[in-house]
């Protein structure tokens, strides 16, 4: 199955202002974005419809039930996964239209057993020691931004 210019993948995601935001981005730069497992909030609640402004209507989106599915649908495909528990920086890649950027939810981040499972693809944004970790949206736009970057080109 042919994937589209950039995916962005949640897994899990628990708090509709970031996925609002994080839509509204896909919106912006033409990325696919898929909403994976159970969600801590409802498609239809306000805060993720508000978040998103008006751009519902230029973003595509798809909810699947688990990320082996999404994985099986596009085997010919790269993922990568964003975590704070690698030490190889998400700019060290070099990314290819399609590419699927992999996030964890807000409160836990990725499972520990896919990391393990797929821990080549791993990828992190740097931070300082003692810091936990950077707001969802805001990784999201960076780790989406650098493979835009490295397009150099946005789709029609």
């Not at 528990?85 to 964890?104: C, I, P, R, S, W």
Request: hydrophobic share 35%.
């Amino acid at each position: 199955m042919k994937s589209n210019f950039l995916n962005i993948v949640l897994y899990e995601p628990e708090i509709p202002q970031n996925t609002g935001n994080i839509a509204r981005l896909c919106a912006c730069i033409g990325a696919k974005l898929y909403l994976i497992g159970r969600l801590g909030f409802s498609i239809t609640d306000k805060h993720l419809k508000r978040a998103g402004l008006d751009y519902w209507d230029k973003l595509e989106t798809e909810h699947i039930e688990s990320l082996d599915i999404l994985q099986q649908q596009y085997s010919d495909s790269n993922f990568y996964y964003f975590t704070t528990k690698t030490k190889q920086k998400y700019t060290a890649v070099e990314y290819k239209l399609g590419d699927f950027l992999v996030f964890g939810p807000e409160t836990r981040g990725l499972p520990e057993n896919l990391l393990n499972k797929f821990n080549e693809n791993c990828v992190t944004i740097p931070m300082r020691e003692n810091t936990r970790s950077l707001n969802l949206a805001n990784s999201v736009a960076i780790g989406a931004y650098e493979a835009v970057r490295q397009f150099d080109k946005l789709p029609e």
